[in-house]
């Protein structure tokens, strides 16, 4: 048996042993490649979202009528904290410094939403000229600092003059909608060239005359929640309408959505197969209406007597051809097929990660498999990712910085998955964090923040978070970093 000393051979007098280099010739193990660039295409939009209610404040400013929200808030228990619309992040005086703030971070491209109690305080009557400047001086000033605007319509602060005549419930809401609508896209489609029609139908109908949670707070059957959507798929059809013929060379438009979106639990055939199924399930009062012309048989068996009213015409206005689908997308579901071979949807365990947003479990394959079935299912040609984000209860800055890296790790793994959907052949255009600063969050008011930027509510200071800094730099290089 032979020992094998451990101990180094002692150096002649005055010599110096340098530690020879190892030969990396008898390593073993595979040789790692440099990190490959997630490069996204040359002409991809990137940019940021917020909307009019959620920043502006100036409730009254300049002949501004009063909003839903601005009268539910005001309702006892209703919004976190008794949060109100007031004030905001008085985004309607400093909008100077917020488009600054945007340069500074690359952005190069804003989706924002008009106020439509700006335009027409009551819902009716001559356009408000107050309302017309502030969004043409906004529009003026993106566009100096290049800045492209892409504006939403709708954005759910109905006018509550418009509420009080039956709001979404009633058919006269879509003449309504086509005065506001023909109004801004004459007053700014020579700057405007992008244009979504209504934001998330879900929320502003079933999410607030059914469920009660969100403005007016209605609490109203199934018929009624039906029509609402019905009216409101009306007026995206105006909507349309007026963007092709007043939106001038080069307008584009479509609707933006929150569609709900089934993940596959393995990518196999079947799995994938019931992923598509549920896709139509679930989205089929929106969808199928807008990208199939109509009804459905399984719609009219979904809602048996509680179907809406409605004249075959309101399907050629609902129908009419559009250039893109936005697609709001925070999370999403499971799905496999059940006993029967039919989609079955999996209840998350308790301790599944989740935002602060209890709604929000963190299932960034959402963005992956909401623009392919999109894509599949409906044919769409073009999607735009409209909103996407994470809302947390961020604290103050310390030492001017908020170390968001939850939501940083979320928005980052979202987009690698986005990556995957256009290798693999989805046409995904642009895409819009939400959000640039922390806002109004509906009736979670002012406690949930989702922006890159925090806003310090007393002050008004803005400071960028470390979320902020990371997407600065993903815009600008065009690639996840």
């Known amino acids: 048996m032979s020992i094998i000393s451990h101990t180094p051979l002692a150096p002649a007098d005055g010599q110096v042993v340098a530690p020879s280099a190892p030969d990396r010739s008898r390593m073993a193990g595979p040789v790692v490649q440099p990190i490959q660039a997630r490069q996204f295409p040359a002409s991809f939009a990137w940019g940021v979202a917020t909307s009019a209610p959620q920043i502006e404040g100036a409730v009254t400013a300049d002949g501004k009528g009063p909003s839903v929200w601005d009268t539910f808030c005001r309702v006892p228990g209703k919004v976190h904290n ?55 001086r906004l529009i003026d000033a993106l566009l100096a600092a290049g800045i492209t605007p892409w504006i939403t319509m ?29 109004t801004i896209v004459k007053a700014y489609g020579d700057r405007v060239k992008h244009w979504f029609t209504l934001n998330e139908i879900l929320c502003f109908t079933k999410l607030a005359y059914g469920v009660g949670e969100k403005a007016p707070g209605g609490r109203e059957g199934e018929a009624v929640v039906n029509q609402t959507f019905h009216h409101a798929l009306m007026c995206h059809g105006v909507g349309v309408q007026a963007v092709r013929e007043f939106g001038g060379p080069g307008a584009k438009v479509g609707m933006a959505d929150n569609s709900f979106i089934p993940v596959p639990v393995t990518e196999t055939e079947s799995e994938v197969e019931m992923a598509r199924q549920a896709f139509v399930q679930q989205n089929i009062r929106v969808l199928d209406p807008i990208y199939r012309g109509g009804y459905s048989a399984a719609y009219f068996a979904t809602v048996g007597a509680d179907v809406p009213k409605f004249h075959d015409d309101d399907f050629k206005l609902i129908a009419l051809p559009t250039d893109f689908l936005g697609l709001n997308i925070y999370t999403g579901y499971f799905v496999r097929a059940n006993v029967r071979g039919e989609p079955e949807v999996l209840q998350l365990p308790p301790n599944y990660p989740r935002a602060d947003s209890q709604w929000l479990n963190l299932n960034a394959r959402a963005m992956y498999w909401g623009p392919r079935l999109a894509a599949e299912v409906y044919g ?26 939850h939501r940083l790790d979320y928005v980052r793994g979202c987009l690698n998955e986005l990556k995957h959907a256009i290798d693999d052949g989805v046409n995904v255009s642009s895409y819009f964090l939400w959000s640039l600063m922390d806002n109004f969050e509906w009736q979670d008011g002012y406690r949930r923040r989702f922006g890159i930027v925090h806003v310090d509510f007393a002050t008004q200071k803005r400071t960028p978070k470390l979320s902020a800094r990371w997407y600065a730099r993903t815009m600008a290089e065009n690639r996840v970093m």
């Open 82 to 136: 008794g949060d109100t619309l007031d004030v905001a992040c008085e985004h309607y005086t400093r909008y100077p410094e917020d488009i600054a703030l945007m340069a500074s971070l690359g952005v190069k491209h804003y989706r924002f939403s008009i106020a439509w109690p700006r335009i027409f305080p009551t819902g009716h009557g001559r356009p408000n000229a107050g309302g017309i400047a502030f969004y043409n």
């Open 154 to 182: 709708f954005h759910w602060d109905l006018p509550q003059a418009l509420e009080d005549e039956g709001g979404w419930r009633v058919r006269g809401i879509a003449e309504a909608f086509r005065l506001y609508a023909e």
């Open 380 to 405: 769409v040609p073009e999607i735009c990712i409209t909103e996407n984000g994470a809302g947390y209860d961020d604290g103050d800055p310390i030492d001017d910085e908020v170390l968001d890296l």
